[in-house]
């Protein structure tokens, strides 16, 4: 079976097992991770591309677009405070813990490496969170700064990333040029996102046909998230924010007859996307698992095990510190049952194996990546 087969029979596979565990009532990521696992795993059926990275980067854009699409900019707003504590500072404080566990486990390993695998796993998922959280039927508040943060983060997280690398190829870098790279990347990925946006509202108020309107919303994505890496500012964050003024635009013009028809394609785009990426990075794990070197299999279990723990302890960590200085405002936004709701939130997906899968097999100075398998490893099986 070539790749192309494979992958529209993966495709298929993936939507097939999404299906079932909805109409169960259940949550479509984990039966089609595992559905995956056994796939990677059969001598015969879809094997694991080789340019799995590049296909992540095409159905990144659209999920994310997708999920801030269906999300209020004006519910948003009203929690921005919180959604940029979550999304900054929750993600810098996770990098941090993760690294300095996997530097414990793994004491070779360069502390820019183990900062890569905490910037890796330190964002949660949109789409995982906001599935679970609408499914549990929680508090519409609890949900926008829920979804707020995962949306955000995703862009700190990538951001983090890229400094983590930069770092493990000069060997250290200074507060300045931590401070450029990440000014270059917010500043890169809202304005081009922020042009992006109005380009599309342009469309929105213009446009007499909601047909071609909506075609030009489904590419949309693409050149907001391309572009924006192309001037290494952060595409996530380029898709977010061009999602949300679409959105923002939709919903205030009432003369717009094309958002229900809108609504309803993102909703059927990301259910697919969601699936083949789960799918995806379940039929990657074995292949992952089988480059690992034979003295880095003793310290995989230890090293996911640990990562695990941490990244439970320190969101809870965070969430009562969050809920220890804002319960005595008067105007604080979640109690302390809603605290603990968000430490529970900590759902990974794509956007980490997107990640994770990103991962150089050579640094820009030319060397390889040291234990790159083992980071690519550890980021899955989490």
């Not at 949309?220 to 923002?248: D, N």
């Amino acid at each position: 079976m070539d790749i192309t087969e494979g992958l529209l029979a993966g495709t298929v596979l993936a939507v097939a097992v999404a299906a079932f565990a909805r109409t169960r009532g259940w949550g479509i990521a984990l039966p089609v991770l595992a559905v995956g696992v056994l796939t990677g795993l059969l001598p015969f059926g879809p094997a694991a591309p080789s340019n799995a990275g590049e296909i992540f980067l095409i159905i990144l854009a659209p999920l994310i677009f997708g999920e801030a699409l269906s999300s209020s900019y004006l519910d948003l707003r009203r929690v921005g405070r919180l959604v940029l504590t979550l999304a900054i500072g929750l993600v810098v404080f996770v990098a941090l813990a993760v690294g300095a566990v996997a530097t414990w486990i793994v004491p070779q390993i360069p502390w820019a490496v183990a900062l890569a695998l905490g910037a890796i796993l330190a964002p949660t998922d949109a789409v995982a969170v906001a599935a679970v959280a609408k499914r549990a039927r929680l508090p519409r508040r609890i949900v926008t700064v829920l979804e707020g943060e995962s949306l955000v983060n995703d862009g700190s997280g990538l951001t983090l990333l890229r400094v983590a690398l930069v770092s493990a190829a000069a060997g250290s870098v200074t507060a300045a040029e931590v401070a450029g790279v990440l000014a270059l990347s917010v500043l890169g990925g809202v304005g081009l996102g922020a042009i992006v946006g109005l380009i599309l509202v342009w469309v929105i108020r213009r446009s007499r046909d909601p047909l071609v309107a909506n075609a030009v919303i489904l590419l949309a994505p693409f050149p907001a998230y391309f572009l924006a890496e192309a001037i290494e500012g952060s595409g996530i964050l380029a898709v977010v924010v061009a999602a949300l003024i679409t959105a923002h635009a939709m919903s205030a013009d009432s003369g717009f007859r094309g958002r229900p028809q809108s609504i309803a394609a993102w909703g059927q785009i990301t259910f697919l996307l969601q699936a083949f990426a789960f799918f995806l990075i379940g039929i990657e794990l074995p292949s992952s698992l089988s480059n690992l070197r034979e003295e880095q299999w003793p310290l995989l279990p230890w090293l996911v095990l640990a990562v695990l723990v941490t990244l439970i302890v320190t969101r809870f960590a965070f969430a009562g510190v969050m809920w220890a200085i804002t319960r005595r405002m008067p105007d604080r936004t979640l109690g302390g049952r809603a605290w603990i709701i968000v430490g529970w939130a900590g759902a990974r997906g794509p956007v980490s194996g997107l990640a994770a899968f990103s991962l150089p097999f050579l640094l820009d100075s030319g060397s390889a990546l040291p234990d790159r398998n083992l980071l690519l490893a550890t980021s899955l099986c989490v």
